[in-house]
């Protein structure tokens, strides 16, 4: 199949998937109570982003992807290259470290509300939680995936150290520490969401929670639409990052 | 009269070689400290290879080739012995006087062929005109013209070979160290990649140690054949090969050649 047609494929099905949003409930197929029709939830979408309180809860989630992420990311991979290189903390730490990576994260948010409280600070530092496992245990990998063939070659060709670290180490794992950042974005990201959806008083989870519970069928999918909207803006944000810094591809 | 001369040679007072040696050990041993206790890799090595020279290891697997060899190329520091170069000890690295060529080509994935080929004389931070320049005269050398700005994927495996020799060769090194470089290859490609070698060692007069499992190689390309024994590995026979030069494909067919093949696989059986 050529390019063209994949992609003539891919936005047949997207149309057919939207179009039987719009008219199964509207032709009360599927209940449209439980799943409003896709018109509805668009016009919605578009009075909600009007919202004063919408920009706000907008830009504290967004606020707190971002800060999470800054800290989550040098924390695990300093972390994560530290378990790798060094033969004793690899010890130590490896096995507790893939034991504690097992456990469901969610179940420490209410330790993270008890020692922030419901703020800006327990998403944060929840969702930096979180990613940081997934950045460490991908860095430490990344690290390991350098082929000692590889350090061999530039040592016999008199490399020094800092050379050996910024002429094999980095390119050599630039391909997993770039994946490493979408998948810790993902991550990052739902643990924002989980963080908000759990306890907050603002943000685009606790917005969601909220139309979810009081049964505000157009508003919760408009919010769904939102948030895939943002994730995908992330998700992308990375990927644009990792376009400029991977000039070789295997 | 030679044997004469040598039945008369008196320890400690041996009678100079004919040419200046580029690589000379004296009763070298290794011994790693493995987990299950020492392992001793290497014992009582003594060998001396002439400038200029193709020699060549054979030994059965685990007899510690790999061992002596990064010790020649500094990579690795033995337990005794010593390791002179052109009259100059060897203990750390130096990519002037020594070039080294691993089993797999272990080529840099990220970089052309022509960066690899360079990386050497960028690690000196030697200027791009001149890394450009001499890179290229070796891909030209190793045949590889007009290959120059593929990356290693886009190579075949004795394309690769041929890059990392290139790369081995770009610093001029006047000693080459080769740790079966051809033994990924496949038999007809591998053949063809020791005729390429010989060529290439004839334009360049290189001092060349070669490992291989291949006793055809062997012949084909040595001056001389070292023989190891099984783990701790000793060197026991010398055998000098006295086919003409250059080597052709036709050689092998020799009877010359066959016995030759026969004594060294002879003494690896007793070897192992
Ligand atoms: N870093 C090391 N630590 C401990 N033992 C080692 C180490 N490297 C090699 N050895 C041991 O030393 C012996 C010689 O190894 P070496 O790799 O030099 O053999 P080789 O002759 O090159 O074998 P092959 O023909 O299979 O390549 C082997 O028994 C090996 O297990
Ligand atoms: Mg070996």
Same mark, same amino acid.
């Given at each position: 199949m050529s390019r063209a047609q994949i992609i003539m494929t891919r936005l047949a099905l997207l149309a057919l998937v939207l179009a039987a949003w719009e008219l199964l409930p509207r032709h009360q197929v599927v209940n449209p109570l439980l799943l409003p029709p896709l018109g509805d939830v668009l016009s919605m979408l578009g009075k909600l982003l009007l919202q004063a309180r919408v920009h706000e809860a907008i830009g504290v989630t *967004? /606020?707190? &992807? &971002? &800060? /999470?992420?800054?800290? /989550?990311?040098?924390?695990? *991979?300093?972390l994560g290259v530290l378990i790798a290189e060094s033969d004793y903390l690899g010890e130590v730490f490896k096995p507790m470290l893939f034991y504690v990576f097992s456990i469901p994260k969610s179940i420490f948010l209410p330790m993270f509300i008890l020692a922030f409280g419901i703020t800006f600070a327990q998403k944060v530092a929840y969702a930096a939680f979180t990613t940081t496992f997934v950045v460490m245990i991908s860095a430490a990998t990344a690290v390991e995936s350098v082929k000692q063939d590889y350090i061999l070659v530039a040592r016999s060709y008199g490399a020094t150290r800092a050379q050996i670290l910024m002429r094999v180490y980095v390119p050599s794992m630039m391909p997993l520490l770039l994946e490493a950042l979408r998948i810790s974005m993902i991550f990052n990201f739902t643990g924002v969401m989980i963080a908000e959806m759990y306890a907050s008083r603002t943000g685009i989870g606790h917005m969601i929670s909220g139309w979810g519970e009081n049964f505000q069928m157009p508003e919760l999918f408009a919010g769904v639409i939102l948030l895939s909207a943002v994730a995908v803006l992330f998700n992308e944000a990375v990927r644009f990052f990792e376009a400029r810094c991977s000039a070789w591809r295997t | 009269m030679a044997n004469l001369s040598q039945t008369m040679t008196v320890p400690g007072q041996q009678d100079t070689p004919p040419e200046k040696a580029a690589i000379e050990v004296a009763n070298l041993s290794h011994i790693y400290a493995g987990a299950q206790g020492a392992v001793p890799a290497l014992e009582d090595i003594s060998m001396s290879v002439g400038s200029g020279r193709f020699v060549v290891i054979v030994g059965p697997s685990g007899c510690g080739k790999t061992s002596l060899l990064m010790m020649l190329a500094g990579l690795r520091a033995q337990s005794? #012995?010593?390791?002179?170069?052109? #009259?100059r000890p060897i203990s750390n690295p130096d990519p002037q006087r020594v070039g080294v060529i691993f089993q797999e080509a272990s080529l840099y994935p990220w970089l052309t062929a022509l960066d690899n080929i360079e990386f050497p004389l960028s690690l000196r931070g030697a200027p791009r005109d001149e890394r450009r320049r001499r890179a290229q005269a070796m891909l030209i050398l190793v045949g590889l013209e007009g290959f120059g700005e593929r990356y290693p994927h886009e190579l075949s495996g004795g394309m690769k070979q041929r890059v990392s020799i290139a790369r081995g060769l770009v610093q001029d090194p006047p000693v080459l160290l080769m740790d079966e470089p051809f033994a990924a290859l496949d038999e007809q490609t591998r053949m063809t990649m020791g005729h390429e070698l010989l060529r290439i060692w004839s334009k360049t007069s290189k001092t060349v140690v070669f490992i291989t499992h291949s006793l055809t190689e062997a012949v084909f390309l040595a001056d001389e054949v070292l023989v190891m024994s099984a783990r701790p590995g000793r060197i026991i026979d010398r055998i000098a090969v006295t086919l003409t030069r250059p080597r052709t494909y036709e050689m092998m067919a020799t009877d010359a050649f066959g016995q030759l093949r026969e004594r060294i696989w002879h003494q690896i059986r007793k070897a192992d």
């Open positions: *967004a /606020a707190e &992807v &971002v &800060v /999470a992420f800054l800290i /989550a990311v040098p924390l695990g *991979a300093v | 005794q #012995g010593t390791i002179l170069c052109h #009259g």
